[in-house]
């Protein structure tokens, strides 16, 4: 931007999200990260077998074996799920967080697929409420723009609903408009605030779009942001 630069910030997260920004650092031993040891978990977790046969003309392919730690489907996940009704409730509780984190927070290009290493933060029911949640969805966040940033990227993955309403909150030119302004309630996550908004109505094909923002981007002046003053502050 002509006047410097601006990133999502720990207190963004916070107020947006409503998640922690504090507490356990979602890290993981590096033993913990091998293919075996990834696919044993989620094995266990949707109570496969080595031949996986007995649920694969029902569901489809769950997984690709020999790709775990990029990711497994979720939609195979919410199918087994439902196949094992019977299933012990702590089983089902891990596999809606997947299926929850996998749609939310740790977001795949492909829209159905989650990390099998999320699984090692939601196994443990115990901690469920000490990790940093929101530290984890920024760091995986940027990590996901980086990846975008480059040449042959043809994506974004990530939590991009805090993106998306952290432009809305400090680029006032680039917001859509409420429908029904909304006032947060003690402790809602911000977000809620971009609820019921009218798209943009435009004609303007994806190349002349990405122009028109990009000319919005460049054109900005400080006096255009919101929230600048606090940031000032907090540094």
Not at 79 to 108: I, K, M, N, W
Not at 159 to 164: A, N, P, R
Request: charged letters at 20%; a neutral charge.
């Amino acid at each position: 931007m002509p006047f410097g630069e601006m990133t999502i910030l720990l207190h963004n997260v916070a107020h947006i999200l409503g998640l922690a920004v504090d507490g356990e650092a979602m890290v993981v031993d590096p033993r913990q990260l091998e293919k075996f040891a990834l696919e044993a978990d989620i094995r266990a977790l949707l109570g496969l077998d080595r031949d996986e046969d007995e649920y694969g003309a029902q569901v489809g392919e769950v997984a690709s074996l020999s790709r775990w730690y990029r990711g497994f489907g979720l939609s195979g996940v919410g199918a087994l799920t439902h196949l094992q009704q019977s299933g012990p409730p702590a089983r089902e509780a891990q596999c809606y967080l997947l299926l929850l984190l996998g749609s939310t927070l740790f977001v795949d290009k492909s829209k159905d697929r989650v990390s099998a290493v999320v699984n090692l933060f939601v196994k443990r029911p115990d901690m469920l409420g000490e990790y940093a949640w929101g530290a984890g969805a920024l760091a995986y966040l940027y990590r996901q723009l980086g990846i975008a940033s480059q040449a042959e990227a043809k994506g974004v993955s990530g939590c991009l609903t805090l993106l998306q309403c952290w432009i809305y909150d400090h680029f006032p030119t680039l917001r859509p408009t409420r429908l029904e302004p909304r006032e947060l309630e003690r402790g809602q996550a911000g977000a809620f605030r971009w609820r019921g908004t009218a798209p943009r109505s435009s004609k303007r094909r994806d190349a002349q779009m990405l122009a028109y923002y990009r000319q919005a981007i460049d054109s900005l002046t400080l006096s255009q942001l919101v929230g600048l003053r606090m940031v000032v502050v907090l540094i």
